[in-house]
């Protein structure tokens, strides 16, 4: 959806309220920051409820809007207490929630349909498909993924029903947003829960091969604003107050007067924070090793200035208006930001001697310090009967009063909860289903597989002797890739293959308009029945849980769960065989990290990577445990094994033994 207005809506970071402060105070449209719980950035200080409440007066005092994040993957036990969350937010008086798991962006829009949802940039949308089955659920703005070249963001912002959102400036994530499993699956903390530990930053072979310069698209916003999207973003809730203000007042000039950055204002940029300059790789799509950078001494030097600075609160002028009359309560009103609140006092009393005077009353109300309000004394409208007296606490607690009522009408009225009971959408009955990169692999297995298993190929794959029940889409569909990905599925369809495995929600309405039934595969993050219920109506038949669940919470959710497989831990954009290796190392290159731990790399359409955990999963030897827990669907994924070592695999499976090597559980908790 093109935007309404003239210019997007420059949308600033904060990861504390002295940073809300400064991105206000910097020119911020909107502030998006997080609670103590549910977002992204957990290692951020963060608001609690009575900070989230004053951070929404302030932005609105100063007309800026305030956007709370509930950006993180939930289990089935979690989702409930998020959906109250998000009422209570909703009660404080925030603008728009940003989420990312598909199972609250339906709740949410079912029990608040007036509060805004903003689809998080975790729900990886990045095509046009994508952006309106998030609108379906519930979501009236989708942030687009970051890989995003400005050919596509254009396409999807004229053509889907949602508004659009991109990334401005600030650290760039080397796989696509909410496919990264690298932190979780090998260091325990995961991104997709808020607490990324940052692998792509660390050695590969002795270099930081995956570590990317910070996003600057200073040089680009008369294209930006004429692109259409509704909102662009700085990246930085771990920033300091310093960082917020200098680089959303850099580009607040830059919107206002609809121009690309000058030399000198990049450098600015660079001083207040830098890895070894900026990208706009994503942007341009011109992909390399351009686009690495590392932190160096010297960047850390130069920008120590620019983030220790403090920035102070800027108050908002009130007026105010007193009445004190005998035998009635003093009332005060106080305007501000064009609206008003008057509060009801003490009934003054008779003076015994000095009486009231107005410029002492003027003098006590003006005490307006800690507040978001200043008032001149002079200003201050007074009508004070003569031969009274009101005590200076009275008069206190009738500015503290008239403040706090100011305040307090910021907040929505409250809507009653009711919790949602939903059922298992998914098939229960007992189901093999196996992917196999190459036709050769399902070549060797198919004679050992049970009988009504499903198989997968890619949908790029030359058939062997056995035909798939289905085919796999690419992981990412660009729009402009759409077109050739479908004449490709069109062929698969009239062999009469009708399965498709899809990695994206866009791609659930575009395997139904070609006549397959589509099968979520582990990349749809479904971690709770909400999720899987929500895409199940927009038509998904299937799907495979998230590998971050453990056995408990998978069980409570039902559906096919990954008992084999190389899991890909990154989907990255750029093709890391290609910089690193040389096109003749295709699926055969390997990184090592600094402990001597291998992460293969894979091809993906079109020459995009997959970096794969170099330890399998494996739960073949813990068949009796899931079938107990109800999960009787395994999936199986081969992609680096030989043909000869697939069917030993699937042997030792069926057979329920060992596989003989080291191999990753079933994770313990989420």
């Known amino acids: 959806m093109f935007r309404k207005s003239n210019l997007p809506e420059l949308l600033s970071p904060a990861g504390s309220f002295e940073a809300l402060i400064a991105a206000v105070g910097a020119g911020a449209d909107a502030v998006y920051f997080g609670g103590k719980q549910l977002n992204a950035r957990a290692f951020a200080r963060n608001f609690d409820d009575e900070e989230i409440a004053r951070a929404v007066v302030y932005c609105h005092l100063h007309g800026a809007k305030a956007y709370v994040t509930l950006n993180t993957l939930l289990s089935e036990r979690e989702l409930e207490s998020a959906v109250k ?45 994508g952006c309106d089955l998030l609108a379906g659920l519930g979501a009236k703005r989708v942030v687009l993924a970051r890989e995003l070249p400005l050919s596509e963001i254009k396409t999807v912002t004229e053509n889907a029903i949602p508004e659009t959102e991109i990334f401005l400036h600030g650290a760039l994530c080397v796989c696509h947003s909410g496919q990264c499993l690298f932190s979780s699956l090998v260091g325990g903390r995961s991104g997709n829960r808020g607490a990324c530990a940052q692998p792509c930053r660390l050695p590969y072979d002795g270099k930081e091969r995956l570590s990317l310069r910070d996003l600057c698209l200073a040089p680009h916003i008369p294209e930006l604003i004429a692109s259409g999207v509704a909102s662009l973003k700085i990246e930085g809730r ?144 007074i009508d004070l009967a003569p031969g009274l007296n009101l005590s200076p606490g009275a008069v206190n607690r009738l500015r503290r009063d008239a403040v706090s009522a100011w305040e307090a009408g910021e907040r929505r009225a409250n809507l009653p909860y009711t919790e949602s009971k939903t059922d298992r959408p998914f098939p229960s009955s007992p189901l093999l289903s196996v992917y196999c990169r190459t036709a050769e692999q399902l070549d060797a297995i198919a004679r050992l597989l049970p009988a009504g298993s499903e198989t997968f190929l890619p949908v790029w794959e030359e058939i062997g002797a ?36 899809v990695h994206n929600v866009g791609q659930i309405g575009l395997a139904r308009s070609l006549g397959f039934t589509p099968i979520g595969s582990q990349r749809l993050n479904i971690t709770n029945r909400k999720a899987a219920e929500a895409l199940s109506r927009a038509g998904l038949s299937d799907a495979i849980l998230s590998p971050e669940l453990p056995v408990p919470a998978a069980a409570a959710v039902g559906g096919r769960i990954l008992c084999y497989g190389h899991i890909p831990l990154m989907l990255t954009e750029r093709c890391f065989t290609r910089e690193n290796f040389g096109c003749e190392n295709c699926n055969q290159a390997v990184f090592t990290d600094r402990t001597g731990a291998k992460f293969p790399l894979l091809r993906e359409y079109p020459h995009r990577n997959q970096i794969l955990n170099g330890v399998p999963t494996y739960l073949g030897d813990k068949r009796d445990e899931l079938d107990a827990a ?13 043909p000869a070592s697939a069917r030993s695999i699937l042997s030792k499976f069926l057979a329920g033994e060992p596989l003989g090597e080291a191999v990753r559980r079933a994770p313990r908790s989420f």
């Not at 609250?104 to 689809?119: F, G, K, V």
């Not at 121009?259 to 790789?281: H, K, N, P, V």
Request: charged share 25%; aromatic share 6%.
């Open 630 to 642: 109800g999960l009787t669907r395994p999936y199986l994924c081969f992609s680096i094994e030989s």
């Open 85 to 129: 969350r998000a009422g209570e937010l909703r009660e404080l008086g925030v603008d728009a929630l940003i989420v990312a798991d598909v199972g609250l962006i339906s709740r949410i829009n079912e029990l608040y349909p007036d509060l805004p949802i903003h689809a998080s940039t975790q729900a990886s949308a990045h095509s046009t498909e």
């Open 238 to 381: 771990m920033k300091s107050p310093g960082y917020v203000y200098g680089v959303t007042a850099v580009y607040r000039r830059l919107l206002d007067e609809k121009r690309a950055a000058t030399e000198s204002e990049i450098a600015e940029l660079e001083r207040i924070f830098s890895r070894g300059g900026f990208t706009d790789g994503y942007f341009t799509g011109k992909l390399g090793r351009s686009m690495l950078g590392v932190r160096s001494a010297a960047d850390k030097a130069n920008s120590r200035e620019a983030n220790d600075a403090a920035i102070p609160p800027i108050p908002v002028k009130a007026e105010l208006s007193c009445t004190v009359q005998a035998g009635v309560p003093a009332r005060l009103t106080l305007t501000a930001a064009g609206r008003s609140v008057t509060v009801a006092g003490d009934t003054p009393e008779a003076a015994k001697s000095a009486p009231l005077e107005k410029d002492a009353l003027a003098q006590r109300l003006s005490k307006l310090g800690g507040t978001f309000f200043s008032c001149d004394k002079n200003e201050i409208k």
């Open 466 to 501: 056995v035909t798939p029940s289905g085919v796999s889409f690419p992981a990412v569909i660009f729009d402009g890739e759409r077109e050739e990905v479908v004449r490709t599925a069109k062929a698969a369809r009239e062999r009469g293959i009708g399965l498709a495995l």
